[in-house]
T-cell receptor, first 114, second 116 residues
Framework: DQQVKQNSPSLSVQEGRISILNCDYT??????FLWYKKYPAEGPTFLIS?????DKNEDGRFTVFLNKSAKHLSLHIVPSQPGDSAVYFC?????????????FGQGTILTVHP | NAGVMQNPRHLVRRRGQEARLRCSPM?????VYWYRQLPEEGLKFMVY????????ESGMPKERFSAEFPKEGPSILRIQQVVRGDSAAYFC??????????????FGSGTRLTVV
């Protein structure tokens, strides 16, 4: 039962262009969403998050959009840089529980070409 | 301020042996979470512990797997009688607060377990 899905296994983008990574979820109890970046042989690194009471959160080149009615969120990276090449995971937290148990998507491999 | 330390980074075990994975949380963090990443998949929650207590083990396989977080020392994930399907990357995360994935929730670099 995959409650968080990233349907694009990979994405290739030219340097300077926009990267858009998508994520869908099925559990309506999720109320906090996060994006993590992961390099090979390293642990996930927190990138940006959004609460379900918002529809947009921006941090520098990274913006996360949340569409609750569609149960969909997306991460926009503008402009994309070669150093952004990594695996990106979307994760969700159920605020009904009292602990930070995260449910992850399968990940999207982003490649930014110079 | 050292991050979350996991050791060993790589562990090779023969089928039937025991695997012990260690996680030392960041200083001041009393909440530890273990996740497993199978090849080509995302991370899957296994267990959440506080000092000397297992809070949620809903993601742990029913047999062969156990976890502890003693009053002193690192958290340990123990896998008995390993099988090839246990080969995966095991990640630990720690946080200073419960239910705060956006606040100081930090992952270690993981232990890559290979069962031969």
């Amino acid at each position: 039962d995959q409650q968080v899905k990233q349907n694009s296994p990979s994405l290739s983008v030219q340097e300077g262009r926009i990267s858009i990574l998508n994520c869908d979820y099925t559990n309506s109890m999720f109320d906090y969403f996060l994006w993590y970046k992961k390099y090979p042989a390293e642990g996930p690194t927190f990138l940006i998050s959004i609460s379900s009471i918002k529809d947009k959160n921006e941090d520098g080149r990274f913006t996360v959009f949340l569409n609750k009615s569609a149960k969909h969120l997306s991460l926009h990276i503008v402009p994309s840089q070669p150093g952004d090449s990594a695996v990106y995971f979307c994760a969700a937290s159920d605020g009904g529980t009292s602990y930070g148990k995260l449910t992850f998507g399968q990940g999207t491999i982003l490649t930014v070409h110079p | 301020n050292a991050g979350v330390m996991q050791n060993p980074r790589h562990l090779v075990r023969r089928r039937g042996q025991e695997a012990r994975l260690r996680c030392s949380p960041m200083k001041g963090h009393s909440h530890v979470y273990w996740y497993r990443q199978l090849p080509e998949e995302g991370l899957k929650f296994m267990v959440y512990l506080q000092k000397e207590n297992i809070i949620d083990e809903s993601g742990m396989p029913k047999e062969r797997f156990s976890a502890e977080f003693p009053k002193e020392g690192p958290s340990i994930l123990r896998i008995q009688q390993v099988v090839r399907g246990d080969s995966a990357a095991y990640f630990c995360a720690s946080s200073p607060l419960s239910g705060a994935p956006n606040y100081g929730y930090t992952f270690g670099s993981g232990t890559r377990l290979t069962v031969v």
